[in-house]
């Protein structure tokens, strides 16, 4: 959507050097809310001198966008057409059952909308794990932050920053979470097919301080086991 308005206001084709700029603007608001990634949007085209659109206008046209692509995988889930395990990440499940087993309190944090997030949560199957534990912007607030979301979990489990677990494939958490002295986990896998790592979020995620990276979490028992054990 970016790519595309960017090269409607200037009026020139996609090129190379385009399509590295946006997915560097988006990578670099990647975990916060969307609102911000429109708002990086706005700024770059006014920059280019180029006329562009209320933050708000791109933010629905977004999310009419990301609708389109994700009702029929929700329907399909609502209506059991196809297993859980269909869009989980590999793994996912028994990630959460082995940390839960092992003490860990679950907390979810995520830029998306938190409506969509608790409802595509349960149809997952993956609400048990976390209960009203997850932070998440309302209605496209563009103060929430995952940094906040961590403290303000730390404070109310009475624990520090530095005893925070975080997995994640988005640089903000995998940033705050290792500048506050945490252990970080960044998931890189292909979003694609689910399998091998896409080199690009690779990098992002090492570059914002991930402790170790993954594709996806089987098998997860071994997988932890070994991310656990330290460098």
């Given at each position: 959507?970016?790519?595309?308005?960017l090269c409607n206001r200037l009026g020139q084709p996609v090129t190379d050097e385009m399509v590295h700029e946006v997915n560097d603007w988006i990578a670099s608001n990647n975990g916060k809310?969307?609102?911000?990634?429109?708002?990086?949007?706005?700024?770059?085209?006014?920059?280019?001198?180029?006329?562009?659109?209320?933050?708000?206008?791109?933010?629905?046209?977004?999310?009419?966008?990301?609708?389109?692509?994700?009702?029929?995988?929700?329907?399909?889930?609502?209506n059991e057409n196809c297993p859980q395990d269909t869009w989980r990440v590999p793994g996912a499940g028994e990630l959460l059952r082995e940390l839960a087993d092992r003490g860990f309190h679950?907390?979810?944090?995520?830029?998306?909308?938190?409506?969509?997030?608790?409802?595509?949560?349960?149809?997952?199957?993956?609400?048990?794990?976390?209960?009203?534990?997850?932070?998440?912007?309302?209605?496209?607030?563009?103060?929430?932050?995952?940094?906040?979301?961590?403290?303000?979990?730390?404070?109310?489990?009475?624990?520090?920053?530095?005893?925070?677990?975080?997995?994640?494939?988005?640089?903000?958490?995998?940033?705050?979470?290792?500048?506050?002295?945490?252990?970080?986990?960044?998931?890189?896998?292909?979003?694609?097919?689910?399998?091998?790592?896409?080199?690009?979020?690779?990098?992002?995620?090492?570059?914002?301080?991930?402790?170790?990276?993954?594709?996806?979490?089987?098998?997860?028992?071994?997988?932890?086991?070994?991310?656990?054990?330290?460098?």
């Amino acid at each position: 959507m970016m790519l595309q308005e960017l090269c409607n206001r200037l009026g020139q084709p996609v090129t190379d050097e385009m399509v590295h700029e946006v997915n560097d603007w988006i990578a670099s608001n990647n975990g916060k809310p969307t609102w911000h990634q429109m708002a990086c949007l706005r700024s770059q085209l006014l920059e280019r001198g180029c006329l562009a659109e209320a933050v708000e206008t791109y933010l629905d046209q977004f999310h009419a966008l990301l609708a389109a692509q994700t009702r029929p995988r929700l329907e399909d889930l609502a209506n059991e057409n196809c297993p859980q395990d269909t869009w989980r990440v590999p793994g996912a499940g028994e990630l959460l059952r082995e940390l839960a087993d092992r003490g860990f309190h679950l907390h979810l944090a995520s830029g998306t909308e938190k409506a969509a997030v608790v409802r595509e949560l349960a149809l997952l199957g993956l609400d048990q794990w976390f209960g009203t534990d997850v932070s998440a912007p309302h209605q496209g607030d563009p103060s929430f932050t995952k940094e906040s979301a961590l403290l303000e979990t730390c404070q109310k489990l009475g624990t520090s920053p530095a005893e925070a677990l975080a997995i994640g494939d988005g640089p903000v958490e995998i940033e705050v979470t290792s500048r506050l002295g945490g252990w970080t986990l960044g998931v890189a896998g292909h979003e694609d097919n689910r399998q091998g790592f896409d080199p690009w979020v690779a990098g992002k995620l090492d570059q914002s301080g991930a402790h170790a990276l993954v594709d996806h979490y089987t098998p997860a028992k071994q997988m932890l086991e070994w991310f656990l054990a330290g460098p």
